[in-house]
């Protein structure tokens, strides 16, 4: 909170004292339960990593939402904790309008709450306590649902290996927003959010702010290098261990990212008569925007034709890859599904066939399907309940749909006139928002980590 304090004191804004005060009233917390909570420390258990992992980003965004309460932005504590809750879990989503006239220090505080949600607070916390070792690892599993081989041998070197990796490609993506003619502020900010595939903006029109094809490629090469498995970087500086096709996922999220722009691009240049260059670069930003869970637009993609805005909900659905900063379905969740559906139809022709199911070199246990089953469960289930939740509370059916939609693969903008990519969350009730608060949780938490804590089973012993 720093950071912001600092740059609205150099503009001579008073919230100033709000990320001082916040940041100070924090810190005393955090030092008493550092010091209650000195001595001997519990046995790590799955139980326990749960619950932790759910506590932590539950409090991280009431702490995320306190300046934005406090400050001149005039929001109630539901929309600053929406607010919050879309910042740490890098969905996008905003109830705040007029962005290009706030002070600096609130932009740069919604950049900050994307990139530290990017990584993972679970991240940051395994680096600062080693202790929890091979828990540390359990719990950095729960947060990122990538189940990958070890890479290094020690959970904080993989950490390390991790972070670094993450502030070095934001380190490149801002020099790249620089030299092509953003100010630093705005480099800053949008390099933060791109590499946390979250899509907060410093304008109200996004990156439609800055009309510039260039920086629409830089932007699309970057949201496509975050929502790979952040494992490949680490991987590229060992020995014999960068392969970066032997992740089926990565093959099969390229290659969909390449169609659906291109499919795209050739609509709008047949129904709407745009030159097919230009339609292309638009319409690749745009799409890889939506399917990494960026939530970044450069213009109302809703206008094209009713073909766009059919690829484009499909895309919504299915995110980046696991181990990435990207939300969503996820290929290798895809990639399992289309092998298990054929393997099932290969059995109705031939009953007695054994079949072998692999996901790149590896065979897919019976626990892998069964954990994808579940998650395809309880993804469509909780999209329907959140659905009728929010009619309940007024909201027609195509915004209460798209709304739990990106809120639960963690997208940003949703469909119509309300919650468009050229509207925001600012019109919803506050007990929307809250609902949507909590979808947002769930999908960056993958469902599971956070809906087992109300089964009462697991409590039981």
Excluded at 214 to 234: D, G, K, N, Q
Excluded at 237 to 266: E, G, M, T
């Amino acid at each position: 909170m720093l950071l912001p304090a600092l740059t609205d004191l150099t503009d001579r804004n008073d919230d100033f004292r709000v990320f001082l005060g916040t940041g100070f009233l924090v810190g005393v917390v955090c030092a008493l339960v550092a010091v209650a909570t000195r001595g001997e420390r519990p046995q790590f258990t799955q139980k326990l990593g749960f619950l932790l992992v759910t506590t932590v980003w539950i409090i991280a965004c009431v702490i995320g939402a306190l300046p934005l309460y406090f400050s001149s932005v005039n929001v109630s504590f539901a929309g600053a904790f929406f607010e919050s809750m879309s910042g740490l879990t890098t969905t996008g989503s905003t109830v705040i309008s007029g962005l290009d006239s706030l002070p600096r220090g609130i932009l740069l505080w919604r950049s900050l709450l994307q990139w530290l949600g990017g990584i993972g607070i679970i991240g940051m916390v395994l680096l600062i306590l080693p202790s929890l070792q091979a828990g540390g690892l359990a719990l950095f599993h729960m947060e990122s649902s990538d189940k990958s081989d070890k890479v290094l041998p020690r959970v904080n070197q993989l950490t390390g290996g991790l972070i670094a990796a993450y502030v070095a490609l934001t380190l490149m993506c801002a020099i790249a927003y620089t030299s092509l003619g953003m100010s630093f502020f705005d480099a800053t900010n949008h390099a933060m959010t791109t590499m946390a595939t979250g899509g907060y903006s410093t304008h109200d029109a996004s990156m439609g702010y800055f009309d510039d094809n260039r920086i629409l490629l830089a932007s699309t090469v970057f949201m496509v290098l975050a929502a790979l498995p952040f494992v490949v970087y680490v991987r590229a500086f060992l020995p014999r261990r960068f392969q970066l096709w032997r992740d089926p996922q990565i093959v099969v999220f390229l290659v969909i990212c390449l169609v659906l722009s291109f499919a795209i691009a050739v609509t709008r240049r047949i129904v709407n008569d745009t030159p097919f260059g230009e339609a292309l670069v638009s319409s690749t930003f745009n799409l890889v925007s939506v399917i990494t869970t960026t939530g970044y637009a450069s213009e109302d993609y809703t206008l094209w034709s009713n073909a766009a805005i059919g690829i484009f909900f499909l895309a919504s659905f299915l995110g980046g890859c696991a181990g990435s900063t990207a939300g969503g379905i996820k290929a290798n969740r895809l990639v399992v599904l289309f092998l298990v559906v054929r393997a099932s139809f290969r059995r109705l022709v031939r009953p007695h066939a054994i079949i072998r199911l692999k996901y790149g070199n590896d065979d897919i246990s019976a626990q892998t399907i069964q954990t994808v089953t579940i998650f395809f469960f309880l993804f469509f289930g909780t999209l329907l309940m959140g659905t009728v939740l929010l009619t309940v509370f007024g909201l027609d059916l195509i915004t209460a749909f798209s709304g739990t939609l990106t809120a639960l693969a963690n997208v940003g903008p949703g469909f119509g006139q309300i919650i468009g990519p050229a509207g925001n969350f600012a019109s919803l009730p506050d007990p929307s928002l809250w609902v949507l608060s909590a979808a947002m949780l769930l999908g960056r938490l993958e469902l599971v980590t956070v809906l087992i804590l109300f089964f009462p089973s697991v409590w039981a012993d």
